[in-house]
């Protein structure tokens, strides 16, 4: 019975938790390892003994923040393209990664954990190198792109891929606009190394829906420039004029920043 769940999601930090039933794998770890611990035991799970490994998709503090712990006190593998290994040595946010903790993957080169297949791709960022993750099992497939400067081929061609998407949809494009953030800050969320607004997520959904999608995630929502009604509802409008029916052609849920959500059920008996 394959389970997700977010356990934070946004500028403040990241972590996903992926599930087959028995193994699990976590994608990113931007906070402190007792609120990972937390969250997973609130599910009666822990991360000890069951979770097998974690994908880092950036270097950037908000998705690294706890990597050097699991892997030096939990002697987890951390998951990371090299430039991103590299990164994380270079990071004042984090703690020393153990040699003996690092895995490093190559973009476009599947490997196996947890009972998934596991593609990462490029994704443009203000980061090192930034990659998503392609995730399949028999009968399933999930994708998640978060921190998206913008849409290439590359990720339309893995999210359209996906029956489950986990897609950032990081500020309303008015709200940055008008918002607290100094105009260089304005321009680097808003270029083509930044992030994704509500508006471009939505354009971009449109365009990639098929009958197989199930359930799409909006993740890595700003603090100040981005609300969650607003969000999912701009969303789903843009949905509905393509003939998209949210709650009967697909799901749509706004992740929470800093607390978990449900642990949803994928597939499986
Ligand atoms: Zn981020
Ligand atoms: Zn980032």
Known sequence: MIKFMSIASGSSGNCYYLSNGNQALLIDAGIPLRSISKALKDQLLSVEGHVM????????????????????????????????LNGIDCSRYVDSLPMASRRMIVPEQTFALAGFDITPFPIPHDATENVGYHITAPSFSFTLC?????????????????EYLVIEANYDCEMLLSGPYPPFLKERVSGPLGHLSNQETGDFLARIFRPEMKHVWLCHLSKDNNHPELCWKSIEYRLFNEGIRVGKDLDLTVLKRSSPSELYTLSGD
């Open 53 to 84: 490994g974690v994908l880092v998709t950036h270097d950037h503090a908000d998705h690294i923040r706890t990597v050097g712990s699991l892997g030096d006190k939990l002697n987890l593998p951390v998951f990371a393209t090299e430039k991103v």
């Open 146 to 162: 978060t921190d998206v400067g913008h849409i290439t081929d590359t990720i339309s061609h893995y999210a359209s891929k996906a």
